[in-house]
């Protein structure tokens, strides 16, 4: 079976690791920018790649959410209190839950949808 979203890599294989997400995905300028990395019948992987500044306002997701740092840092709006995450962190939000990101560097984020 091939990779369904990109046909250079094996099935399975999501990511080669940071430098290559970074040379596919470069930051734009002021912006979060969304790239599809992964679809599967139970589970989907999303990049996100924010600039420096950067906030995605209050919102929440239908699916369980298991976020990953992949470079750069983070704030975390949830629960009420704010959490900052830098490369190599991960968080579990369940479906449902408000929360708020914003980009304290650049950063790129990996979210993996729980279907």
Same mark, same amino acid.
């Given at each position: 079976?091939?990779?369904?979203?990109?046909?250079?890599?094996?099935?399975?294989? /999501?990511?080669?690791?940071?430098?290559?997400?970074?040379?596919?995905? @470069?930051?734009?300028?002021?912006?979060?920018?969304?790239?599809?990395?992964?679809?599967?019948?139970?589970?989907?992987?999303?990049?996100?790649?924010?600039?420096?500044?950067?906030?995605?306002?209050?919102h929440?997701? @239908?699916?369980?959410?298991i976020?990953?740092?992949?470079?750069?840092?983070?704030?975390?709006?949830?629960?009420?209190?704010?959490?900052?995450?830098?490369?190599?962190?991960?968080?579990?939000?369940?479906?449902?839950?408000?929360?708020?990101?914003?980009?304290?560097? @650049?950063?790129? /984020?990996?979210?993996?949808?729980?279907?």
């Amino acid at each position: 079976m091939e990779h369904p979203l990109d046909h250079s890599l094996p099935d399975g294989v /999501i990511s080669l690791g940071a430098d290559q997400l970074a040379s596919d995905h @470069p930051f734009k300028p002021g912006r979060v920018s969304p790239r599809a990395r992964y679809k599967a019948e139970d589970f989907r992987v999303t990049e996100l790649a924010f600039d420096d500044g950067v906030v995605l306002s209050e919102h929440s997701s @239908p699916h369980t959410v298991i976020v990953q740092v992949v470079s750069g840092t983070i704030d975390v709006e949830v629960g009420g209190g704010t959490l900052r995450f830098q490369a190599g962190a991960l968080l579990h939000l369940k479906a449902g839950v408000d929360h708020a990101v914003t980009a304290v560097e @650049p950063a790129r /984020i990996l979210l993996i949808f729980l279907h």
